[in-house]
């Protein structure tokens, strides 16, 4: 009896998680031109229609180059920072660590304002490189997250035992150090990736015309169109997530293989 | 020359002083165990040698080189850590070739001198595995495999049996000291045990609050104490006060005993110790003897332990169960084994 509810229940929770989604795939495929489930019968025309639409590609490019930029420029520092906050004797660690996860819980909304605001002022006012910024600071705290949980766990005697092999600091970070972060750090770029690609609320704040991203872009579109195209491209987006969350559980089983 | 020779190493932290002019030369080959209690600064003496961490005075000198400055991958000292340190992303023959790869010893050199360490220590069989497939006992060999193959110029071990049950750190104890031997290694072996001092070294250095109390042969820490701290540690039961009589005679309160040869003035109050084994028992009164009362006894199997309280204090012995048995509350006396007494020094 229990287990029966217990097994309701989650059937029901996987229904309320999934059922958007496979309503907006399905629709995807729908011949009729308003978005409409279930279709009545289905084509790949609305895929063809919105993969020849600049103002989808253009923004597609822009976000993907957003993304991959933001996570990279993220990346170093997340490094320095996550050995700073676990390894360094540094004054005032938590007090980094706590700003440097503040994105997490400050609204989004309010990150974007906020940088508009201040680059303005600052007369800083290039598009991408203020757009790039915004999204290197929402990118950041998963990375340090992440990469801190690794470095939490790799042991410092191990680095230790490398200087003491002849491994110079440089050295002892490529060959220990690295090895023993990547897991963490890898996980977070993916998902430090996806929060970036994903952003509307601070992207809204600072993108224009040439640097409109692809969430951006799809929600102008339905303001005035409710053709099957943006479910169309919703569902390339879900196989996007898909296919990099099968990699990340892949992480997380290689994790395990690692011992760590 | 000795091979590794520490002159007046101070080091503190946070005011607290934790290494006080530790002083050490120790032969090329050579084989010492350093024994102390809990925080007496064993680990750090080590991280001191290594590099690992910053002396505030004195100097560090290996083979004639004066290492104090140098930093720690240039020293050519090899630690082997408590947690054996393995690289966790690493194969068991990876981790032991890392330090030659940093030495950038070639491929093929690398890989027979990998082969011989690991099967010094017997895992020859295990090259591939990584480090999270090895028992405890496998992963602290992969350890000191790592540390031998680079032919370091000290090793440096840091109770790295500790946390192995007795059995095998009794197998590990002779694989370590014959290793050692073959390869002439020089070497310092961090423990709380004294047994585990007695048993691998050449000699023992017994250290507390900082400063090496004595460093001497494993025989003679263990028979010879150089004053009380050692005498407690390396397990004298009993240690009393007592006042030079002659050159052959103590006085404990009343009772004068008869001792080996005393090099104290006659007159001077000092501490005697003396093993509980070297203590003998007998029924009623005795000249020359303490008496006192069995207050309590312990079988321990071969033999029985005793507490006999006297006036000048409780007096341990282990009497043999073959030899003689007391009661409880008995009269007795005690009398020690001249040859056994010990003078501290103060
Ligand atoms: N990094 C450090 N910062 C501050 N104090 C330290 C540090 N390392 C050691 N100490 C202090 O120095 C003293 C000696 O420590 P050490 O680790 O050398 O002891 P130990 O003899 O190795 O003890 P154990 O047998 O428990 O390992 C201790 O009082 C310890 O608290
Ligand atoms: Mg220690």
Redesign the interface.
Known sequence: MNRLFFGVVIALLFTFILAPTVVIALSSFGTSEILEFPPQSFTLRWYAYALARPEFTSAAWNSLWLAVSSTAIATPLAIAASLAITRGRLPGREVLQTILLAPLVVPSVVIGLAILLASSRLGFSSGSTRLIAAHVLIVLPYLVRTTSASLVR??P??E?????????SL?TFL??TL??L?PGLLAGMIFGFIISFDNVSISLFLANARTNTLPLSLMSYVEYNLDPSVAAVSTLLILMALVVAIALERFAGLRK???? | MPALDIQSVTKSYNKLRVLDRVSAQIDKGELVTLLGPSGCGKTTLLRSI???ADIDEGRIVLEGRDVTKV?????????V?Q?H??????SVADNVA??LK??GVGKAEREDRVKRALSLVRLDAYLTR????LSGGQQQRV?IA??IV?NPTALLLDEPFGALDRKLRETLQVELRRLTKELGITAIFVTHDQEEAVVLSDRVAVMNAGVIQQIAPAVDVYENPANEFVANFMGFQNIFDAKVRSAQELAIGDTVIATDKIDVAPGEGIRMAIRAERVSITAGHREGAIPGQVSSSTYLGEQNAYVVDTADGPVTARIPTSVARFSMGEAVSVSFDPAAVRVLAS
């Open positions: 790799l042991d005697l191990a230790e035992a490398a200087r003491t092999l002849g491994a110079n050295r060959h220990v090895p023993g990547a293989t690692l011992g760590a | 290594a590099g690992l930093p720690i991958h240039k020293r050519g000292i090899a630690m850590f947690s340190a393995l690289f966790p992303h690493m890392f330090g940093m030495q990584m480090p999270h497939e350890a790592r540390a680079t």
